[in-house]
């Protein structure tokens, strides 16, 4: 099982309507999730990070924390053209030896909307 | 401008020489990444540090090298015996592992 599992898309949502990306993760001792976004050539910059269980906003974003289901998503509203682009979920946990703490990057889903 | 500088922006390597990317970051933050990306692929971890003169090899750390000798620095070295080089290379740097990293605008490095 991969540490850190998204679709890969591509997800297509009409202008205007609601993108779910969505994430999913294996350790359950992860304390730590974010959301990237990276367009086609650019490097990833921050949309949200999430710590506790629920929903946190901001503008358009909306994340979601399931610690118990062990999901974490991004709910995008009012999606625009210009929201296209990879999203890159991320999650912190511990070094299978060593104990250190990293963070896992998923494969990312690829979000299209259509004008 | 606090930020993160990666150089060059692109970079080519000839068969059997050692190349060495820049990072360097005036966040002051304690932890710093190298990963790798390949076209149409998620981010593969290379080095981290979470301190000064300390660092650990991630996920595919073979044929890297890195140094972690100034809070500012964290430079990565692809030597000859990476046999398939040709990548975007991506540093980040974060407050702490459980904070979000900021990245810089990646290295692109092919071979010649």
């Known amino acids: 099982q991969k540490e850190v599992e998204q679709n890969s898309g591509p997800l297509s949502v009409p202008e205007g309507a609601i993108a779910s990306l969505n994430c999913t993760y294996s350790d359950r001792g992860s304390q730590s999730f974010f959301w990237y976004r990276q367009y086609s050539g650019k490097s990833p910059e921050l949309i949200m990070s999430?710590?506790?269980?629920g929903d946190k906003e901001d503008g358009r974003f909306t994340a979601q924390l399931n610690k118990a289901s062990q999901y974490v998503s991004l709910l995008i509203r009012d999606s625009q053209p210009s929201d296209s682009a990879t999203y890159l979920c991320?999650?912190?946990?511990?070094?299978?030896?060593?104990?250190?703490?990293?963070?896992?990057f998923g494969t990312g889903t690829k979000l299209q909307v259509i004008p | 401008d606090g930020g993160i500088t990666q150089s060059p922006k692109y970079l080519f390597r000839k068969e059997g020489q050692n190349v060495t990317l820049s990072c360097e970051q005036n966040l002051n933050h304690d932890a710093m990444y190298w990963y790798r990306q390949d076209p149409g692929q998620g981010l593969r971890l290379i080095y981290y540090s979470q301190i000064v003169n300390d660092f650990q090899k991630g996920d595919i750390a073979e044929g890297y090298s890195v140094s972690r000798e100034k809070k500012e620095s964290f430079p990565l070295t692809v030597t000859s015996a990476q046999k398939n080089p040709t990548a975007f290379y991506l540093c980040?740097?974060?407050?702490?592992?459980?904070?979000?990293?900021?990245f810089g605008d990646g290295t692109r490095l092919s071979i010649l």
């Open positions: 999430i710590y506790s269980n």
């Open positions: 991320a999650v912190n946990n511990r070094e299978r030896s060593g104990g250190y703490q990293k963070v896992t």
């Open positions: 980040a740097s974060s407050m702490s592992v459980s904070q979000p990293q900021h």
